[in-house]
Each structure stands twice: as C-alpha cells, then as structure tokens.
C-alpha cells in the first residue's frame, strides 16, 4: 500500500481547491496517536477511491497556514472538499465505515 500524497501550504490550492475530483485532507502530526490509528483506514480507502476522490495527508507541524486557515484545533481532523468548498468536517478518530460513508456522499 502506497504512502499517501503529503500536501503543504504552498501547493494546497493547487492540489484540493483547484482538484477536479472531490478530495479529503487528512490534518494530522508524526506524534498523534489517535492520528496513527486511523492512518491505515485513511490509506485503505484512497486506495478504493482512487481516480474518483482524491485522499491526501497534511502535517500539521510542517504547515502552519492551511491549518489556521481552516480553524484545526484538534487532530486528526478530516475535512473534505468538493468543487473547492468544504462539505463536511471529522474531528477524531472515528471508524473508517463512518468515513466511508461521508466519501459516498461527495460521489
């Protein structure tokens, strides 16, 4: 299983905001423990949604803008895009069947 695609505050716009394809971003840190359990569930499904969402991570201790741009708080937290917009937010750990169930609703 491929790593996923770490993205930064410089090509953030570029690769969510300007994606052609629906996309969720996965803020989270090196020493997060919540954030290291669902990183197996975060990569399974970018692998089962690949070409049709767009699943990429952001380190939180690296980036600082995009962070504070959109209010994080607390980590992991997941936000999800379509058409540039957020549609709908998780904060914490949840099951990858409830994120899987948001990833539907952005198909």
């Not at 767009?54 to 600082?64: E, Y």
């Amino acid at each position: 299983m491929a790593d996923l695609l770490q993205i930064t505050d410089s090509n953030f716009d570029e690769e969510i905001i300007n994606s052609d394809i629906p996309s969720m971003v996965d803020f989270w840190a090196e020493w997060c423990g919540p954030c290291k359990m669902l990183g197996p569930a975060v990569k399974e499904l970018a692998e089962e949604y690949k070409g049709k969402i767009k699943i990429v991570q952001m380190d939180v201790d690296k980036n600082r803008q995009i962070p504070a741009k959109f209010g994080i708080r607390s980590i992991p937290t997941l936000i999800f895009f379509k058409g540039g917009e957020v549609t709908d937010t998780i904060v914490g750990a949840y099951p990858k069947s409830h994120i899987d169930e948001v990833l539907k609703k952005l198909l």
